[in-house]
C-alpha cells in the first residue's frame, strides 16, 4: 500500500516524463492509424458510434428545420414572390428546351448514344455525421463496403455533386465534401466548354481557378465536372458562377461557384457505385 | 478514471459534437464541448484521471473525424499538463483565469489539431484557419464553458465520493 503510495508520488511528481510518455503513445496512435494498422478496431469501435451520432443528426435536423420554418415566414413570403417572377421566365425557356430536348432525343436514339449520367447506378445513403474537426469538411453516411461502396466513388444530391468516398468501412463510409480545402475537381463551364479547376474555400464556398483570360464567363454559368483527370464522370453539376475576378498573380480569371447543395443539412445522399476511377499515378513515374 | 459519469459523459459530448453542434456553426467555429468538459475537469481533477479522459475522449472524437486516430489527443494532453503546472503555480484558478484557460486551450488544440491534419495530407491555411475557424470558436467556447464548468463540477464531487 505504502509502496504503492510511494510508486504513485514519484510517477506524478515527474511530470515531464509523463507527459513526454503520453504524448509518444499519441504519436504512435496516430501513425498507428494513418498507416491503416488501427483500422479494423476504428471500425469496430465507430460502428456504435456511428449509429447513435446517425439518430441523434436526424433529430437535430428535424428540430432546426422546424425552427427555421416558423422563424422564416417573411423570409418565404419574398421567396416566393421572387420564385413566381422566376417561374414566369423559365416557362418561356421550358418551352424551348422542350424543342431542345425533342431534337435531342431523336439524335440520341439515331445515334444510340446515352450520357454517362443517365448511365448512373446509385445508392441512397443517409447522412449520420458531420466531421468533429470544423477544418475539415466530411460527412459520414450509413452505407459502406457490404451494400458496394469503395473508395472514390463520387456522391451526388439532385442539387449536385456533394463530394466522393474517402474511407469505407463494413456499414459506413466517410465522404469528403468538395468545398473541403484539400479538394479539387477538374470543371468546365456548361456555356462555353471552359475548363478550370473548383477549389474549396475557408469560407465553406466554392472557387474555380485556373480560367483563361480571354474566356467569356458571366454570372449564373453552370459549372460542371469536365472529367479530366478520371476522378469524376463528366456532367455533374457543381454550382453556378456568382462573380468573376482576376486571380492574384493576374494570369487566370477566378469565378466564385455557388453550390446548390446545402452541406450544413444534408441528410440523404446518392452514392455513384457504377463509375470507375482512373489511376492516373503511373504516368506520374519518370520515363528510363 | 474510478467515474460511472465520465464514459457516457464523453460519448455523449462527442456525440453531439457531431450531430447536433454542427447545425449552430459560425463560420467554421462552434463549441468545443470534449475541450471544455476536459478543461472543467482537469481544474479540480487528478492528473492520471484527466489525462485518462483525454486519450479515451480524444480517439473517440477523432473516431467520428477524418483525421488520424489521436489527433485530438496531443492537444488535450497538453492542456492537461499545462493546467497541472498552473495549479502548482498559483493558490486558486479563478473565473477570469478560466477564460484565459479557455482561450489559450483553444487556440493550442485547434494549431495542433491543424499541424496533424496538414501533416497528415489536408490543406492547410493558417491565416484563414484562425479567421475562420480559432476566433469563432473561442467566441463560442467563452459562451459555453459557464454552463459546462458548473455541470462539470455537479458531476465531480459525485465521482470523487464514489471512488
Not at chain 1, 509523463?18 to 465507430?46: H, K, N, Y
Not at chain 1, 448514344?113 to 445513403?125: G, K, P
Not at chain 2, 485518462?52 to 489527443?73: N, R
Not at chain 2, 487556440?107 to 493558417?126: C, D, E, Y
Request: net charge neutral.
Amino acid at each position: 500500500m505504502n509502496r504503492g503510495s510511494g510508486f504513485s508520488r514519484g510517477w506524478r511528481s515527474n511530470r515531464m516524463a509523463f507527459l513526454i510518455v503520453c504524448l509518444l503513445i499519441a504519436g504512435g496512435v496516430i501513425a498507428a492509424s494513418r498507416t491503416g494498422l488501427l483500422a479494423p478496431v476504428e471500425d469496430l469501435l465507430a460502428t456504435p458510434l456511428n449509429a447513435v451520432s446517425g439518430v441523434f443528426h436526424r433529430l437535430a435536423l428535424t428540430v432546426n428545420d422546424n425552427l427555421t420554418r416558423f422563424s422564416d415566414v417573411q423570409t418565404l413570403q419574398n421567396r416566393i414572390g421572387e420564385l413566381e417572377t422566376a417561374l414566369a421566365l423559365y416557362q418561356s425557356e421550358l418551352v424551348e428546351l422542350r424543342e431542345i430536348n425533342s431534337d435531342y432525343q431523336r439524335l440520341t436514339d439515331l445515334l444510340n448514344y446515352t450520357t454517362t449520367v443517365t448511365n448512373q447506378e446509385t445508392i441512397t445513403a443517409n447522412v449520420i455525421a458531420v466531421d468533429q474537426n470544423s477544418a475539415l469538411r466530411t460527412i459520414t453516411i450509413d452505407r459502406g463496403t457490404r451494400d458496394g461502396i469503395a473508395i472514390s466513388m463520387p456522391v451526388v444530391t439532385k442539387q449536385g455533386l456533394v463530394g466522393r468516398v474517402i474511407r469505407v468501412s463494413a456499414n459506413a463510409a466517410r465522404i469528403m465534401l468538395v468545398n473541403e480545402t484539400s479538394s479539387s475537381i477538374s470543371a468546365r463551364l456548361q456555356s462555353n466548354r471552359v475548363e478550370g479547376s473548383v477549389r474549396g474555400t475557408f469560407s465553406g464556398n466554392l472557387e474555380m481557378d485556373m480560367i483563361p483570360l480571354d474566356s467569356q464567363v458571366r454570372e449564373g454559368d453552370l459549372v460542371i465536372t469536365s472529367g479530366l483527370g478520371g476522378n469524376f464522370p463528366p456532367d455533374l453539376v457543381i454550382g453556378q458562377v456568382t462573380s468573376v475576378s482576376l486571380s492574384s498573380d493576374a494570369l487566370n480569371r477566378v469565378a466564385q461557384v455557388h453550390s446548390l447543395v446545402d452541406f450544413d443539412t444534408l441528410e440523404f445522399v446518392l452514392v455513384v457505385t457504377n463509375f470507375q476511377p482512373v489511376d492516373l499515378s503511373v504516368f506520374d513515374a519518370t520515363t528510363p | 478514471m474510478g467515474s460511472y459519469w465520465s464514459l457516457p459523459l464523453i460519448v455523449l459530448a462527442v456525440i453531439l459534437q457531431s450531430s447536433v453542434i454542427p447545425q449552430i456553426r459560425i463560420f467554421g467555429g462552434e463549441p468545443d464541448l470534449l475541450f471544455l468538459m476536459l478543461l472543467s475537469w482537469s481544474i479540480n481533477g487528478r492528473i492520471e484521471q484527466n489525462v485518462t479522459w483525454a486519450f479515451v475522449g480524444g480517439i473517440t472524437q477523432d473516431l467520428l473525424s477524418a483525421a488520424p486516430a489521436g489527433t485530438s489527443v496531443v492537444g488535450l494532453v497538453l492542456i492537461v499538463f499545462g493546467i497541472d503546472q498552473l495549479k502548482q503555480q498559483v493558490y486558486r484558478i479563478g473565473f477570469m483565469l478560466v477564460l484565459g484557460l479557455v482561450i489559450a486551450g483553444t487556440v493550442l488544440q485547434k494549431v495542433v489539431v491543424m499541424l496533424i491534419a496538414g501533416f497528415s495530407g489536408f490543406t492547410v491555411a493558417p491565416i484563414q484557419n484562425f479567421t475562420y475557424v480559432i476566433l469563432p470558436t473561442i467566441a463560442y467556447n467563452l459562451v459555453f464553458i459557464g454552463p459546462v464548468y458548473w455541470l462539470v463540477r455537479r458531476i465531480q464531487p459525485r465521482n470523487q465520493r464514489a471512488m
